[in-house]
Each structure stands twice: as C-alpha cells, then as structure tokens.
C-alpha cells in the first residue's frame, strides 16, 4: 500500500526566512510525485509534477525536489501571500490514483 | 479560475434530508472525481469516473451515488448522511483516468446536523 508522510504539520516563517517542506513516501514504483497548494475555503492548486529522482522544478520562490525516497519543497524568502497549506501526493505503478499526505500548513508573518 | 466549478458552495443538512452535489469541468477532460477532506487527514478518494471505467473506494457508504450522466458533469446524491460526514468534499478532473495532472475545485463544505 503506497504511503505518504509529510512533515512538519505546521510551519510558521518569517518573511523573508527561507525554509523547506517534507514528503516522505512508500510506493512500489513511482511514477509520479505532485505538489498542491490549497488556500483556506478552496480547492488544491496544481504546482509540480516530479518523475525520477535528481529532477528539481522551481516557480517563482517555490522549487520541488526529488529523492527515491521523499521530496522537499523549497521556500525561498518566503512572502505572507505564501501561507497555505501544501499537498504532497503519489502516483505508484500499482495504482491509477494519486495517494495525498495530509499537508503542511505554511504561515508567513510580515 | 480552474474551469472545475462545484455548487453549492456550502450546505447544512438533516440526517434525514436528500441532497445533491454538481460538478461541472470545463477543460475538455475524460475523467472525473470525488474526493473527502476532513480537517488534518488526507485527501480520501471516493469515486472515479472515466472513459476507460468507474473506480469506487469500498469504504465508502451506500449513502454516498454517485452518477456521471457526461464527460463534463459529475454529481453525488446524499442521503440519510451522518454528522461525521461533515466535510469538504472536493471535485476534480483530469484528461484521463490514468494519472494525469488533477485539477480541482473550490469544494462544496458540508455539515450535517
């Protein structure tokens, strides 16, 4: 059963101060790992999509990297419109579906 | 904008009401689905619809049909839910049932009295 553990549940910065986010994961097979960002009263926003390990995407102060065995997000200078809660997500060779974490809650204090 | 759109946007019901969800994606996409997400778990998939099949998560109750009558319109019927089912329940779309990029949306928040 494929399995995603993201850490810390919560994190608060302050602007400015660069940090990142964890996404451990079991899976047989990766085929895929996801990043969202969801704001409070929406839904998930689509911001990576990482294949195979060494592969790095960054937008704007966001950059995702990838390990075989977990992925950090990277924030870089963080601003107060980052605060969100982020999803990290699996897609494995046995499944047709994505399996979520449950987020990491990012607040950003001006 | 995503091109996902979800109403109601909140609903408050009875355990003993009848109630529908509607999901409407604009992106041209094959498949779509229902998710449930409750306060500090996971994402939790419920349903799947797509050219290729319909996927159904066995954990979830009878009291939860889904029906997709097109590729652009998704629906959950509720009945006789339970004050646990109060959650956000999530719609999504993707250009197929195989694990593309899914794009969601806003969520219909639920409460169940």
């Known amino acids: 059963e494929d399995q995603v553990t993201q850490s810390p549940e919560a994190l608060r910065l302050q602007e400015g101060e660069s940090s990142s986010l964890n996404c451990s994961y079991t899976?047989?097979?990766?085929?895929?790992l996801f990043w969202y960002r969801q704001d409070p009263g929406k839904g998930p926003e689509f911001l990576f999509t990482l294949y195979s390990a060494g592969e790095e995407k960054e937008k704007e102060r966001l950059k995702a990297t990838l390990t075989k065995k977990e992925s950090f997000l990277h924030i870089t200078a963080p601003k107060p419109e980052d605060s969100a809660t982020y999803l990290c997500?699996?897609?494995?060779?046995?499944?047709?579906?994505?399996?979520f974490g449950s987020g990491t809650q990012l607040t950003v204090l001006p | 904008e995503t091109g996902v759109t979800q109403t109601p946007r909140h609903l408050v019901m009875g355990m003993t009401n009848k109630k529908s969800l509607k999901c409407e994606q604009h992106l041209g996409h094959n498949a779509m689905y229902w998710y449930k997400q409750s306060a500090k778990k996971p994402l939790e998939l419920m349903f799947v619809y797509s050219l290729e099949e319909r996927v159904e998560n066995n954990s979830v109750p009878s009291r939860f049909s889904p029906e997709c009558p097109n590729s652009s319109h998704l629906f959950l019927h509720l009945h006789t839910l339970q004050p646990e089912d109060s959650a956000l329940y999530l719609c999504?779309?993707?250009?197929?049932?195989?694990?593309?990029?899914?794009?969601f949306g806003a969520g219909t928040r639920l409460s169940v009295l």
């Open positions: 997500a699996v897609l494995s060779g046995s499944a047709r579906q994505l399996t």
């Open positions: 899976v047989s097979g990766l085929r895929g």
């Open positions: 999504a779309s993707s250009q197929d049932g195989q694990g593309n990029i899914q794009y």
